[in-house]
């Protein structure tokens, strides 16, 4: 079983930074898909931004500007820069990632980091 590892959670005050981390397998980095979600109390899980094994970065539409999405194959890890930080922005950040096949879905996800915006 892959298993996703999130880091780099935590408080940080209304405008502030953070930098969060997700390493996993070789295998993963080779050829899945990966993504950023999160989810706030009460909603429903949401997409911040998708990234192929080959770089290419897609953002869910209220998500531009202030996350950027990348990835590190050689030091299995994908990031996600988050500048400008707001109350809103409280959630639990989930590491993901996929391969999907025409008949078959191969999909794991991270534990989870909590990031709280609050002064």
């Known amino acids: 079983q892959e298993q996703l590892v999130e880091s780099g959670g935590g408080l940080v005050q209304p405008g502030g930074s953070l930098r969060l981390s997700c390493t996993g397998s070789?295998?993963?980095?080779?050829?899945?898909?990966m993504a950023w979600h999160r989810q706030a109390p009460g909603k429903q899980r949401e997409l911040i931004a998708t990234i192929t094994s080959g770089g290419t970065t897609d953002y869910g539409e209220s998500m531009k500007g202030r996350f950027t999405i990348s990835r590190d194959n050689q030091k299995t890890t994908m990031y996600l820069e988050m500048n400008d930080l707001k109350p809103e922005d409280t959630a639990v950040y989930y590491c993901?990632?996929?391969?999907?096949?025409?008949?078959?879905?191969?999909?794991?996800w991270g534990q989870g980091t909590q990031v709280t915006v609050s002064s």
């Open positions: 993901n990632a996929k391969f999907e096949i025409p008949s078959s879905t191969s999909e794991f």
């Open positions: 070789p295998y993963i980095f080779r050829q899945y898909e």
